[in-house]
């Protein structure tokens, strides 16, 4: 049986806003440590990423905003392309190290065939535009594999459990049906990047494919768990994907800094099993989570589910969600079904 691909490098922290940013690369190596003091790093193979060209990148972006974040190393800001921004801070080496996580994503997707999974932790960076940096992240990487796969998948279904909405991705495939995305977020109405509703739902050929299920803030792991029920397996299901890619951010954790779930890293675990069992063929990044303490601690554990490894879950204070939270993801979850299930003959 063919281990799992995991890429990494330590050249992963060069990816770095530095000063008091949320984004700490050191998250990578924390996790990557852990998984081998928990030895759920010997069921993987490790490899090295490359990084990504320029031609790869212009699968995605522009080659004027290419342009500009090779700018940005020379110090140089660029506030139309969202550089040098309180959110995306310049940094030295940063198109170096962005076409770094960029190639771990892309290599990730190369090195997927049937029947495996492949993980590129230091991606999902989900918010980054064809022309614009946004959200901590500066290219798409996301896109980018995306695109690798489809040179040699037909249909990927793209399901996103970060706390924010994957705009970025969204945006690139929303006038296509070879791509599904599915993005479960905290609402755009109390959180970045403010958008995410379910009546954005792709365009032309692509109307239907893009599905939004947003969350009224503190949703906790009784509504989250059964509204991710209800929606991603019965669509995932229906659309008949050549492969899954899922964003595992970890920032609904109730302890994030940044956003306002209060999932339990039990709960979250429980998604990304229910993620693994709905394809044999699956490219895992990572992606949001800005508590240090949690974050190495889930995603190693993750990475255990995907391997079906047992691990020891820590007992953790355990929340419910509020009437107001449960009756607005009963709406939400309507909208989806009125106006998304008919397109998949649900």
Known sequence: MTKPAFFYTDEFLSYDFAGSHPLQPIRLKL???????????????????RRATRDELETVHTPAYIDAVMEGDKGIPNFTYGLGTSDNP??????????????????????????????????????????????????????LAIKALLQKYDRIAYIDIDAHHGDGVQEIFYDTDKVLTISLHESGQFLFPGTGFPDEMGRGEGKGYSVNLPFYPYTADDVYIESFNEIVPPLVEAYHPDAIVAQLGVDTNEEDPLADFRLSIQAYLKVVKIIKGLHDTCLVLGGGGYNLQIVPKAWSMAMAVLVDQEVEIPFEQSYTTSQTGRDYAQVMIKEIKSKIFPYFGL
């Open 31 to 49: 996790t990557y440590d852990a998984m081998k003091v928990k030895s759920i790093l010997e069921s993987f193979a490790v490899y090295e990423p």
């Open 90 to 143: 310049l940094f030295p080496e940063m198109y170096r190290s962005s076409l770094l996580y960029s190639g771990a994503s892309i290599s990730a997707a190369e090195h997927l065939s049937k029947g495996t999974i492949a993980v590129n932790i230091s991606g999902g960076l989900h918010h980054a535009h064809p022309a614009q940096a946004s959200g901590f992240c500066i290219f798409n990487d996301v896109a």
